[in-house]
């Protein structure tokens, strides 16, 4: 098993930055990616970014140029850096893990409760 917890969510003013963070434990020796996707209210699950056990990384078309993942050196702790935020990043963000790099939400295992973001205008 393997357990996440995503923190650092919270309200800020289009144009602001925000660093989620999101904590890892238990069995992840089989986990070859960590990822975080969004939902925003009646929309489907989107990929945001994932990021390897070797340290690749891919992002979304939409966000690589204002969103960062990256992790501690001990895998224990997986981060999002979202800077030049808009109205419409509001969403709820998870991470995940799973055993393929992949943008498909599917393919992810173990996922964590959440943490809301909410972009003012």
């Known amino acids: 098993q393997v357990q996440l917890r995503e923190s650092g969510g919270g309200l800020v003013q289009a144009g602001g930055s925000l660093r989620l963070s999101c904590a890892v434990s238990?069995?992840?020796?089989?986990?070859?990616?960590m990822a975080w996707f969004r939902q925003a209210p009646g929309k489907d699950r989107e990929f945001v970014a994932y990021i390897t056990k070797g340290g690749s990384t891919l992002h979304a078309d939409s966000m690589k140029r204002r969103f960062t993942i990256s992790r501690d050196s001990d895998g224990t702790t997986l981060f999002l850096q979202m800077n030049s935020l808009n109205v419409e990043d509001t969403a709820i963000y998870y991470c995940?893990?799973?055993?393929?790099?992949?943008?498909?939400?599917?393919?992810?295992?173990?996922w964590g409760q959440g943490t809301q973001v909410t972009v003012s205008s």
């Open positions: 995940a893990a799973g055993g393929l790099a992949t943008s498909r939400t599917n393919a992810y295992a173990y």
């Open positions: 238990g069995r992840t020796f089989s986990m070859n990616a």
